[in-house]
């Protein structure tokens, strides 16, 4: 069975601050990840992925996750916050079928 | 980017009605779709795929005869909670894959808020 856990559920910084939302899984297949994001009020969005090849991916809004396949770990960072990057994050595990696993989501909020 | 919407964006009905959830995908074709129940604080628990012209597959734990799946054409998915209770309230979410090849990408609907009464 694949799983998804994120260890971080409220997290709050100030503009500026860099961001680091831990995400870990568990299956024993070949790893597909992602992060997705939810603003307030609007559907989930891709925020970025990794399939194979360099571990380091760079996503949309100067977000990047690096791939720990030792520490089974997708960590997402962000070097700057930014108010508008209050949203909810998921880490997601691609299996069989197309499905996603999700994680419980991490609930940032980044105050002026 | 795909665009996947759903109707209608918050129901209220009373116990024991029916409700029906439809996802469309807007601009592309879907032969898979998911559907999947957010609980608050919690995380989108899949709970069935939906395949254009044959049975939905269910995910385990989740009552089929509870929640009917159709999906009706390669736009158009819909999910029926039938006889709902307080405890079927939750925040409803489709989905559909990306272009083959994209292994595991998704496009989300909006999502449907149900609220029973």
């Known amino acids: 069975a694949q799983s998804v856990s994120q260890h971080n559920h409220h997290v709050i910084l100030s503009e500026a601050a860099s961001l680091e939302l831990g995400c870990n899984y568990s299956?024993?297949?070949?790893?597909?990840l992602f992060w997705y994001v939810q603003y307030p009020g609007q559907h989930l969005q891709l925020l970025l992925k990794?399939?194979?090849?360099?571990?380091l991916v760079k996503g949309i809004k100067g977000f990047e996750a690096e791939f720990i396949k030792s520490k089974f770990s997708f960590n997402l960072r962000k070097p700057s916050v930014q108010w508008s990057d209050t949203a909810e994050y998921f880490c997601?595990?691609?299996?069989?079928?197309?499905?996603?696993?999700f994680g419980t989501g991490t609930q940032l909020k980044v105050e002026l | 980017g795909a665009v996947v919407s759903q109707h209608p964006s918050r129901v209220i009905c009373k116990s024991g009605t029916s409700v029906k959830i439809e996802c469309r995908s807007l601009?592309?074709?879907?032969?898979?779709m998911f559907w999947y129940r957010q609980f608050p604080k919690k995380s989108l628990m899949l709970m069935a795929t939906s395949n254009e012209g044959s049975k939905a597959t269910y995910e385990q734990g989740v009552e089929k005869d509870k929640f009917l799946i159709n999906h009706a054409s390669l736009t158009l998915s819909t999910l029926t909670v039938t006889s709902a209770h307080p405890e079927d309230s939750s925040f409803y979410i489709c989905?559909?894959?990306?272009?083959?090849?994209?292994?595991?990408?998704?496009?989300f609907g909006p999502g449907t808020r149900l609220t029973v009464t």
């Open positions: 299956y024993g297949g070949t790893v597909n």
């Open positions: 601009d592309f074709q879907a032969t898979t």
């Open positions: 990794y399939f194979s090849g360099d571990p």
């Open positions: 997601a595990l691609g299996g069989g079928g197309n499905k996603l696993t």
């Open positions: 989905s559909a894959p990306g272009l083959a090849g994209t292994r595991g990408e998704q496009y």
